[in-house]
C-alpha cells in the first residue's frame, strides 16, 4: 500500500511541480542551475514528501488538485509539501 501511495504522490505532486519548474525558470526568476537543484531536491527529498503528504491526506490532495489546475504558485506548493525544497527567485536575491 505504502508503494501505491508513493506513487500517487510522485505522479500528482512531484513531477508536476518538477515539470513547472522545468517549463517556467524565467517566470519564477530562476536561473537554469537553481531550477536544477530544486528539480534535484524534490528528487531526493521522497521519504519527507511522502511523509509530509501521508500524514494529510486531504491537503495533499487539495494541493494536487490546485497544482494540475495551475491555481497555486509553484513556490507556496514547495513550502507546503517540501519546504526544503522552496527557492528565492535569483532575481530577489540579488536585490536584497
Known amino acids: 500500500m505504502e508503494g501505491f501511495v508513493f506513487a500517487l504522490i510522485s505522479f500528482f505532486i512531484i513531477g ?3 515539470q513547472t519548474v522545468e517549463n517556467n ?3 519564477m526568476g530562476l536561473t537554469q542551475q537553481s531550477a536544477r537543484q ?4 524534490l528528487s531526493e527529498d521522497y521519504q ?3 511523509q509530509r503528504a501521508a500524514s494529510d491526506i486531504w491537503r ?3 494541493i494536487a488538485f ?3 489546475t495551475g491555481m497555486v504558485d ?3 506548493a514547495l513550502e507546503s509539501i517540501a519546504p526544503s525544497c522552496t527557492f528565492v527567485p ?3 536575491a540579488v536585490e536584497s
Open 38 to 41: 530544486v528539480v534535484q531536491c
Open 60 to 62: 495533499t490532495a487539495t
Open 66 to 68: 490546485t497544482l494540475w
Open 90 to 92: 535569483d532575481d530577489k
Open 25 to 27: 525558470i524565467e517566470e
Open 74 to 76: 509553484a513556490n507556496d
Open 16 to 18: 508536476p511541480l518538477q
Open 48 to 50: 519527507e514528501i511522502y
